[in-house]
């Protein structure tokens, strides 16, 4: 699933450990969600809405979702 | 400093609770080993004495199951998905062996099974993390 991770990140000036912790994940985990790899359960997709301070849907891209 | 977060924690409990499982392990194999080859011992004690190994491999596995309870959403699913392909993995080899075994190879140990489980369990989480390029 496409989203906005990646640029928001940038965005924070914030390095993929940093969300890793902020999120309580695993780097790893922020580098699959970033790739558009791997689609988020609710909750965390959530969280990472909040991190950013965005709704859900200006950071996933629903039209990408298989 | 250590890191707070939830999913370093798990990371740092699991290798803490499998390297006192692996201490365990060859605590018990040992004088396991050693009163079997000692010769003197047998019917059910025998047996207990045999399997006593399998004491310590039951708490890896229970080390597993906390790793699994306390990591990540994505962590979670690498692993059933690795473990899921380890299994198939398994699943064929063992019936091709048992195939050839009617056409004439030899018949193998159980231990076959377990070792061709955890070398299908490292090639399945190879296939998982290049799949989502972690």
Same mark, same amino acid.
């Given at each position: 699933?496409?989203?906005?991770?990646?640029?928001?990140? &940038?965005?924070?000036?914030? *390095?993929?450990?940093?969300?890793?912790?902020?999120?309580?994940?695993?780097?790893? !985990?922020?580098?699959?969600? @970033?790739?558009?790899?791997? &689609? /988020? *359960?609710? /909750?965390?997709?959530?969280?990472?809405?909040?991190?950013?301070?965005? /709704?859900? @849907? @200006?950071?996933?891209?629903? @039209?990408?979702? !298989? | 400093?250590?890191?707070? +977060?939830?999913?370093? =924690?798990? +990371?740092?409990?699991?290798?803490?609770?499998?390297?006192?499982?692996?201490?365990?392990?060859?605590?018990? $194999?040992?004088?396991?080993?050693?009163? $079997?080859?000692?010769?003197?011992?047998?019917?059910? $004690?025998?047996?207990?004495?045999?399997?006593?190994? =399998?004491?310590?491999?039951?708490?890896?596995?229970?080390?597993?199951?906390?790793?699994?309870?306390?990591?990540?959403?994505?962590?979670?699913?690498?692993?059933?998905?690795? %473990?899921?392909?380890? #299994?198939?993995?398994?699943?064929?080899?063992?019936?091709?062996?048992?195939? %050839?075994? +009617?056409? #004439?190879?030899?018949?193998?140990?159980?231990?076959?099974?377990?070792?061709?489980?955890? #070398?299908?369990?490292?090639?399945?989480?190879?296939?998982?993390?290049?799949?989502?390029?972690?």
């Amino acid at each position: 699933m496409n989203n906005r991770i990646r640029v928001l990140r &940038a965005e924070h000036d914030w *390095s993929q450990a940093e969300v890793a912790d902020r999120l309580g994940v695993a780097r790893q !985990t922020v580098v699959a969600l @970033e790739a558009g790899k791997y &689609a /988020p *359960s609710l /909750p965390l997709a959530f969280k990472i809405g909040k991190l950013f301070g965005k /709704p859900v @849907e @200006e950071i996933f891209d629903a @039209e990408s979702a !298989t | 400093m250590k890191s707070s +977060n939830p999913t370093a =924690v798990a +990371n740092r409990n699991y290798l803490v609770e499998m390297a006192l499982c692996m201490g365990a392990y060859v605590a018990v $194999l040992v004088p396991a080993i050693w009163l $079997l080859d000692r010769g003197g011992l047998t019917g059910p $004690l025998k047996f207990a004495v045999a399997a006593a190994p =399998v004491v310590p491999v039951v708490f890896v596995f229970i080390a597993l199951l906390r790793y699994f309870g306390r990591t990540d959403e994505f962590e979670r699913r690498m692993l059933l998905e690795s %473990l899921g392909l380890a #299994g198939v993995i398994t699943a064929l080899l063992a019936a091709t062996y048992g195939f %050839l075994e +009617n056409a #004439g190879l030899p018949h193998l140990s159980a231990w076959f099974t377990w070792a061709a489980f955890m #070398g299908a369990w490292l090639i399945g989480r190879l296939i998982v993390s290049r799949y989502y390029g972690t």
